[in-house]
């Protein structure tokens, strides 16, 4: 009995833990997809483009409509800052745990 536990355990737990991440790594990369998109937008409104992302930048998107809500924080660590510029074309939100990737 103890030992079928332990067994069922350790085919649960290893396969627990990638879904988990892999779908905090998902929210993640499609809040900050939503935050890339929303910059694009008031950027072909606005003359003045914005060129990096912050708390103050957040405020224009949210207070401008472009965003409709603050963007969500899947995991502890979460947090959205830009990197790169228009100008070279490499823009990009990136997140200090899941970086730029997709996943
Ligand atoms: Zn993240």
Known sequence: MFIGLLVLLAIIIPNTRPVHED???????????????????????QSVM???????E?????SGKYLTERPGFPSIGCIYTSSGSFETGDFKIVCPVHGTAIR
């Open 23 to 45: 779908s905090t790594a998902s929210f993640c990369y499609s809040s900050r997809r939503r935050v890339e998109a929303a910059i694009e937008m008031y950027n072909m409104d």
């Open 50 to 56: 914005m060129e990096r992302y912050g708390p103050a």
């Open 58 to 62: 957040e405020i224009l998107l949210l």
